[in-house]
């Protein structure tokens, strides 16, 4: 049996227990923004339920969360939006949902600066100890942060990208539309566990990605102004 143990590929468990912290943090000021825009917009259902919080457990959803660990895509669970409340129902319910995946954007920005800030104020010197892993978790987040918006965005029912497709049909698709909704998260689940969505998701994130990298460019050069 130590044998066995000892051949184990442990490097995906690793990888998965490295994004713990990143995934939290992703998911929670996700869930949080779409609770507070909603609040702003006339929706206090958010806050009466207790989902206005930076708890993580508060927003936990078991199966989202281990998609997002070990593949790199999931979901939260959703924050309770009442489209009632709104002055504009389909334009409140747009809004709120597109806060979710604009914050996890200003995540990545953020993050990527602090990345290439912590290499400028080190001199590019990142060893192993517990700076190693405070830079790792830095650049995970900043990833996982840009995949998570970039999955939510999907027009696939219950995602914000649904809701905010759907804010252009009639009154009457859009509530038959959101009967199925439950049915679309196991599509989703489908789609993510036989690995359809991953190579084009990948594919985005990484443009994505390298797009926004010019901010730990900003940070590096800003932090070797302290050395």
């Given at each position: 049996m130590l044998n066995v143990l000892k051949n184990l590929d442990w490097s995906v468990l690793t990888?998965?227990?490295?994004?713990?912290?990143?995934?939290?943090?992703?998911?929670?000021?996700?869930?949080?923004?779409?609770?507070?825009?909603?609040?702003?917009?006339?929706?206090?259902?958010?806050?009466?339920?207790?989902?206005?919080?930076?708890?993580?457990?508060?927003?936990?959803?078991?199966?989202?969360?281990?998609?997002?660990?070990?593949v790199g895509f999931g979901w939260a669970k959703p924050v309770p939006i009442d489209m009632r409340n709104f002055k504009n129902p389909k334009r409140g319910m747009a809004i709120s949902a597109l806060a979710g995946p604009v914050s996890n954007v200003l995540i990545t920005v953020v993050m990527l600066f602090v990345y290439g800030l912590i290499f400028g104020v080190t001199g590019g010197v990142v060893r192993g100890g517990a700076l190693y892993y405070i830079v790792l978790t830095v650049y995970r987040t900043a990833y996982l942060s840009l995949a998570f918006a970039v999955f939510n965005i999907l027009p696939v029912p219950p995602l914000d990208g649904s809701k905010v497709l759907f804010s252009a049909l009639s009154p009457e698709a859009y509530y038959k539309l959101m009967v199925y909704e439950r049915y679309g998260m196991l599509l989703l689940v489908v789609l993510v566990v036989t690995g359809v969505l991953n190579g084009p998701l990948n594919s985005a994130v990484g443009f994505l990605f390298d797009k926004l990298s010019f901010m730990a460019r900003l940070g590096l050069d800003l932090g070797g102004l302290f050395i």
């Amino acid at each position: 049996m130590l044998n066995v143990l000892k051949n184990l590929d442990w490097s995906v468990l690793t990888d998965a227990l490295l994004s713990v912290i990143p995934a939290l943090i992703c998911i929670t000021l996700h869930e949080c923004s779409h609770g507070l825009v909603a609040l702003w917009l006339g929706d206090t259902t958010a806050r009466d339920m207790g989902r206005l919080s930076l708890n993580p457990l508060k927003h936990f959803d078991i199966m989202g969360f281990v998609m997002m660990a070990f593949v790199g895509f999931g979901w939260a669970k959703p924050v309770p939006i009442d489209m009632r409340n709104f002055k504009n129902p389909k334009r409140g319910m747009a809004i709120s949902a597109l806060a979710g995946p604009v914050s996890n954007v200003l995540i990545t920005v953020v993050m990527l600066f602090v990345y290439g800030l912590i290499f400028g104020v080190t001199g590019g010197v990142v060893r192993g100890g517990a700076l190693y892993y405070i830079v790792l978790t830095v650049y995970r987040t900043a990833y996982l942060s840009l995949a998570f918006a970039v999955f939510n965005i999907l027009p696939v029912p219950p995602l914000d990208g649904s809701k905010v497709l759907f804010s252009a049909l009639s009154p009457e698709a859009y509530y038959k539309l959101m009967v199925y909704e439950r049915y679309g998260m196991l599509l989703l689940v489908v789609l993510v566990v036989t690995g359809v969505l991953n190579g084009p998701l990948n594919s985005a994130v990484g443009f994505l990605f390298d797009k926004l990298s010019f901010m730990a460019r900003l940070g590096l050069d800003l932090g070797g102004l302290f050395i």
